[in-house]
């Protein structure tokens, strides 16, 4: 009686179905493969999204806090409404070195204000004027 190496199937990455085949096809089928490139592609999109919708929510903070007319926030205040300063599109630098970080027409001048011995981490709001140009991170 001839006896089916079932050792040597692969199974597939995306039904889950045991196939023949090289032992790096991971698909049992043109369909299966074409549903992973598709998920690969989503996945690619959902973390496209995801950078766009902080760069967002960063710039609608800013536009809020931006109206009430306070000249410095904590950090704390805009960290707990969901902005996010990691994510920022471009920065300017000013004369005296200092980097400001945009998302879109407002960004954040990080200041350093030293209260009771406590370094408090504060931000300025500012909006993006005609005189600023982006800075490349190389020459
Ligand atoms: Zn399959």
Same mark, same amino acid.
């Given at each position: ?6 050792? +040597? ?27 992973h490139h598709y ?52 920065? @300017? ?5 200092q980097t400001y ?26 909006? @993006? ?5 982006? +800075?490349?991170?190389?020459?």
């Amino acid at each position: 009686m001839k006896q089916e190496d079932t050792s +040597k199937l692969n199974e597939c990455q995306i039904c889950g179905q045991a196939f023949k085949g090289r032992t790096d096809k991971k698909f049992c089928s043109e369909g299966c493969k074409s549903i992973h490139h598709y998920e690969i592609k989503k996945q690619k999109e959902r973390r496209f999204l995801a950078v766009e919708r902080q760069l967002k929510t960063n710039r609608k903070i800013l536009k809020k806090y931006n109206q009430t007319g306070m000249t410095s926030l904590r950090r704390e205040v805009i960290t707990a409404k969901g902005f996010n300063p990691a994510y920022y599109t471009h920065t @300017w630098q000013n004369q005296r070195g200092q980097t400001y970080y945009f998302s879109y027409d407002l960004g954040i001048l990080p200041l350093e204000d030293r209260k009771g011995g406590i370094l408090k981490n504060k931000f300025l709001i500012v909006e @993006w004027q005609d005189y600023m140009h982006a +800075k490349p991170p190389f020459r």
